[in-house]
């Protein structure tokens, strides 16, 4: 267990609390073994993207603002790209808004067999939409909208959760799925507990 490098992939739905439980796991990796982390997390160089004012910047924004998941091969590239950049054999990786389609999970398979990662692990925070909702209104981000978070959520329903239940039973993928409606740490303890960390 030692020596193993891990890989890890988060889903959970806006409001989920996926971020904060992906930097707590890297505290933890970090005290664990010390090893250098890979975060990839398309929707951060999105947000570079859309910051840059070039032409694909415009596209990637109007798109948004509809609440549209942006195309495959866009996101591809740029999670390809992450891990192009920054992989390692003694690397763990933590993967943060993708795969977010059934194309892209295909895409994601190839690339962990191409890098003989064997071991994944898919840790989903399931919320309810409810909770989600409440949550997200109660951040007062400009783009939260209720009409624009609902968007999202059919998206998510529609692209995302397949994306996720593709890896479901396939050798080499390990699921665990996680209670979000509790606190900050019980989630995170439960993540630990599923991943046999403590």
Do not use: C, W
């Not at 970090?30 to 910051?51: C, F, H, N, T, W």
């Not at 981000?141 to 994306?163: A, L």
Request: net charge positive; no cysteine; glycine share 8%.
């Amino acid at each position: 267990m030692q020596n193993e490098t891990y890989t890890f992939v988060f889903f959970g739905i806006i409001g989920s609390g996926k971020g904060t439980q992906i930097k707590l796991l890297q505290e933890y990796l970090s005290k664990k073994d010390g090893r250098e982390q890979v975060y990839a997390y398309p929707g951060g160089e999105y947000r570079k993207l859309i910051d840059s004012g070039n032409y694909t910047s415009q596209l990637v924004k109007d798109s948004y603002n509809r609440g549209e998941l942006q195309p495959d091969f866009l996101t591809n590239s740029i999670f390809v790209n992450i891990i192009l950049a920054s992989i390692s054999p003694d690397k763990h990786i933590l993967v943060d808004g993708y795969p977010r389609t059934l194309a892209q999970s295909a895409e994601f398979e190839k690339i962990m067999k191409y890098y003989g990662r064997k071991s994944v692990k898919i840790i989903y925070i399931e919320i309810s939409e409810a909770e989600a909702m409440k949550r997200n209104l109660a951040r007062g981000r400009s783009d939260d909208t209720e009409e624009g978070i609902k968007r999202r959520f059919e998206e998510y329903k529609n692209n995302v959760i397949p994306s996720m239940k593709y890896f479901d039973g396939k050798p080499g993928y390990e699921f665990y799925k996680i209670n979000g409606e509790q606190t900050i740490e019980k989630v995170h303890q439960d993540i630990m507990s599923a991943l046999g960390f403590k």
